[in-house]
């Protein structure tokens, strides 16, 4: 479970990254860019989120 959490918050961080250097850009092509890489790596971070409650959800129902 570290492992996912370890990625989950690695695309979280990149997704901060990609959205500042979006906000800092001068060159509309370069916002827009950044902007989409903001969007892929927040769509990453929330399917393992995503995952990572199912994996914790699974346990609970069991007992």
């Known amino acids: 479970m570290s492992d996912l959490q370890a990625k989950l918050e690695k695309y979280e961080r990149k997704a ?3 959205e ?3 906000q800092e850009s001068t060159s509309e092509a370069d916002r827009a860019f950044y ?3 903001a969007r892929y790596t927040e769509d990453l ?4 989120r995503q995952v ?3 994996r914790t959800d699974t346990p609970q129902a069991a007992e």
Do not use: E, H, R, V
């Open 20 to 22: 500042k250097s979006a």
């Open 45 to 48: 971070a929330m399917k393992f």
């Open 52 to 54: 990572i409650a199912k």
């Open 35 to 37: 902007q989409g890489l």
């Open 16 to 18: 901060a990254q990609y």
